[in-house]
């Protein structure tokens, strides 16, 4: 399931009208964003390749994520208009499943993508980062990886990140629950057994235990299961204060059908993440009483900036359907934007070039941009000076690993089956 979208790139640099989602600040980075080299003249043909997740798990998530790199490139496109390069978009479906993700990255590195944004799964960024990018040495950044397990993959620093690590989550949700129940509450703690669940839920207990709270479990369930009567029962044993459940949609929707089933299970005292952030209501194929009255947390595009009150703007401007917003949608505009840039800033669309350009661009030292001039960001990257190019949602700089050093989350709940925004919360790396 493979779509393709030609937008040519030429010419004097025009504006930008698109936020980028932004996390991070690495005060020790002191590489600069330029070349040193003037590239005003560089001529070539970027490819920049999707992995979305169009089926499985993640797929609510795609149509807004592919909407975002859609206008990424658009944006791209116009900044660059009169230059010889040309930009190019090829989208394939990773089926959120790891076997079809390295699949499609493999297929769209042959078919001549230089760069990739996604996957978005952890579970597929993990294998597709070591076996397709770090192989084939083409950058990969995923606008949703959050998995902790990804800052020490081995992949020869070919696999960046617009997300911040649940590291930082996982103090962010750790707060959010000692602060609803009390710093000695007990908490049932449950997952999906993947990376991103996993990551999740150990990232959860240790703060949340250095707190002063005690929790139970983790009870980590097959996500390919098809009954969990059993792993129900284990997590409302002994009647907790409260629960911490990491999943997706699928297989949430039958493991919150057993836990309803137990008579035990009160949504109300339930906390989770990302992969349950439906926006805007809870899907028919997750029951109410399973998951409607729950509070969670969600990285975040900063409310009441500029720059995010035009991304809304130039989002909902586009007659490109959805029109809402989704979860993620925002890093995946980041993303693909950092794979122009990256390539502006080498003179080149060979993947080694790119990569050893991302994180100078998206990183200090160097003169601050944003969207709102993404043109004087290209033309001080073609004149070979350095730059830092910042977001909607803060400062893009990355660590050694890829990661952002920080993170902007949402809290919400559910209520009568909606989604209900709360507070933000901006967490730094504590490394």
């Known amino acids: ?28 980075s002191t590489s600069d964003s330029g070349s040193g080299e003037d590239v005003s003249s560089a001529a070539f043909d970027l490819q920049v390749g999707a992995l979305l997740p169009q089926t499985g798990d993640l797929s609510i998530f795609a149509p807004p994520g592919e909407k975002a790199a859609n206008l990424a490139i658009e944006e791209a496109t116009a900044a660059l208009e009169g230059t010889d390069i040309t930009v190019e978009l090829s989208t394939a479906d990773s089926e959120t499943k790891a076997a079809a993700a390295q699949q499609a990255a493999q297929q769209l590195i042959s078919d001549g993508a230089s760069c990739l944004i996604g996957p978005w799964a952890s579970d597929e960024t993990i294998p597709t980062g070591q076996t397709v990018a770090a192989r084939q040495q083409v950058p990969l950044i995923s606008p949703s990886s959050t998995s902790p397990e990804i800052t020490e993959l081995p992949d020869d620093g070919y696999v960046f990140r617009t997300a911040p690590s649940d590291a930082l989550q996982g103090i962010v949700l750790a707060d959010a629950v000692g602060q609803e129940f009390g710093t000695d509450a007990t908490i049932s703690v449950a997952a999906r057994n993947d990376a991103y669940g996993e990551g999740i839920a150990n990232a959860f207990i240790e703060n949340f235990e250095a707190n002063g709270g005690t929790t139970t479990g983790p009870v980590l369930y097959d996500p390919e299961g098809t009954t969990f009567d059993s792993e129900a029962e284990e997590i409302v044993a002994d009647s907790p204060d409260g629960y911490v459940i990491i999943d997706f949609e699928d297989p949430y929707g039958k493991v919150g059908a057993a836990l309803a089933r137990t008579n035990e299970f009160d949504p109300t005292t339930m906390f989770t993440a990302d992969g349950l952030a439906f926006d805007p209501e809870i899907p028919d194929t997750i029951p109410a009483e399973a998951l409607d009255g729950a509070k ?32 993620f949608d925002a890093q995946n505009f980041d993303a693909a934007t950092l794979c122009v840039l990256g390539a502006v800033a080498a003179g080149s669309a060979e993947g080694p070039d790119i990569q050893a350009a991302i994180t100078d661009v998206a990183s200090a030292p160097g003169d601050k941009y944003d969207y709102t001039d993404m043109a004087g960001a290209i033309e001080a990257l073609q004149a070979g000076e350095d730059i830092d190019f910042e977001g909607v949602s803060g400062p893009l700089d990355l660590d050694d690993a890829g990661d952002p050093t920080q993170g902007t989350y949402d809290t919400y709940s559910y209520e009568n089956g909606k989604l209900v925004l709360g507070d933000q919360v901006v967490q730094e790396s504590e490394e």
């Open 296 to 327: 969670g947390t969600r990285p975040a595009t900063p409310e009441g900036t500029d720059t995010a009150k035009e991304f809304q703007k130039l989002y909902d401007s586009s007659s490109e359907q959805p029109k809402d917003r989704g979860t």
């Open 1 to 28: 399931m493979r779509g393709r979208k030609l937008l040519a790139v030429a010419g004097a640099i025009g504006a930008l009208s698109l936020g980028i989602a932004a996390c991070g600040d690495d005060d020790e």
